[in-house]
């Protein structure tokens, strides 16, 4: 395999892993979010002149909102945080992948494995070529 297909088989693995981490933080979020609506409600409820007839039962469903609320924000975090987890996985078996292939030299391991080598796959790409006289 040539180190420019090895190149982006690998790009793809570490753009996979990214995305699985962002979309575990974004569960955490829209849970967060969720949840916290339903705390405002639960404020509204307690605040708000009620006729007499619901008056009695707002400190119930205040106390039900906010538990709703708790419950949505331990099981989007746990949730996430599960996503977040599996893109970090992800990404340590790309990264000894990386650094096990046979197929790049050092210099090669060590460009796939910097934050900036997104930057410089068009020049690597290039500069491989020249080396194989293409």
């Known amino acids: 395999m040539t180190p420019e297909k090895l190149f982006e088989r690998y790009r ?18 829209i849970g967060f979010s969720f949840a916290s609506v339903f705390f405002f409600g639960a404020y509204l409820v307690m605040h708000v002149h009620l006729n007499e007839a619901v008056a009695p039962w707002k400190n119930y469903a205040a ?26 996985a992800v990404r340590a078996v790309v990264d000894t ?11 090669q391991k060590g460009h796939v494995m910097t ?18 006289g293409d």
């Open 97 to 107: 992948a990386v650094n096990t292939s046979p197929f790049l030299s050092t210099e």
């Open 63 to 88: 106390f039900a909102l906010v538990v709703l609320g708790a419950a949505i924000t331990l099981v989007s975090y746990l949730i996430g945080t599960l996503i977040s987890g599996m893109g970090q």
């Open 115 to 132: 934050s900036s080598w997104w930057q410089e796959w068009k020049e690597l790409k290039e500069e491989w070529k020249k080396m194989k």
């Open 12 to 29: 793809d693995g570490y753009l996979a892993s990214n995305w699985i981490g962002r979309l575990g933080k974004a569960i955490e979020l």
